[in-house]
């Protein structure tokens, strides 16, 4: 190893602690986006809460997930009704996203707490944010409970889901092609509150090799 690519490294194993002010981890794996949730329980109220350990995670069937740490109000209510709904969190939105955070009792509507409009949707029983551009319905296919490798159990639960209809601002389409960068999306840093903004000005593209 020449002189030039020698790194001072911190070094460390997580069970043993990380050793910094702020565990490095998931502002390391960033920017992650925002999975914003609704979903309804058994009994008709509905939850609106943000997950920051989300994304896609097959083509065909489409599929996606979240991963919540601790057994919360989400997961439980996709459980019981097998439905939920995605929606794009975005810098207009981005307010509104984070009070549906609070954490509040199960028959508190995090639409009204944060200003939010609930709409309907077409195949599941679940309403979307009317402000947000862009909304997937879904329908359970898994909950997972997480382990380490040892076989111990984590307290965390990956929920997944395959989209099933999907709704876009039609604003945000051009000659066909979906514009990413013109919703503005807003994504997970690290720390307690650290988020990034997509501009359309900071997007690159590269072709991949045959």
Known sequence: M??????????????NGH??????????IAPR??????????????NL??????????YHPPIIGFSSTNWKD?????????E???????IDLAKQMNATAAHVAPDVDEFKLAGLTAASCKLVNVPR?????VAFECKLTQIIQLQGKDGEKAQAWLTLGEVVAVHIDK??????????????????????????????????EMIRPD
């Open 171 to 204: 604003a945000f389409i051009k000659d066909g092609v979906y514009q990413t960068g013109l919703a503005h999306p807003i994504v997970r840093a690290g720390r307690r509150g650290d988020y990034f903004e997509i501009k359309p000005e900071n997007m690159f």
């Open 129 to 133: 944010v009317a402000e947000s551009p």
């Open 49 to 58: 809460a943000p997950y920051s350990f989300f994304n896609a995670f097959c």
């Open 19 to 28: 050793g910094l002010k702020h565990d490095p981890f998931n502002a390391i």
């Open 84 to 90: 939920f709904v995605w929606n794009l969190a975005t």
């Open 2 to 15: 020449d002189a030039k690519s020698q790194k001072d490294l911190h070094f460390y194993e997580p069970k």
């Open 74 to 82: 989400s997961a439980g209510n996709i459980q019981d009704t097998g």
């Open 33 to 46: 986006p925002i999975g914003w949730i609704s979903s309804r329980d058994g009994k008709g109220n509905v």
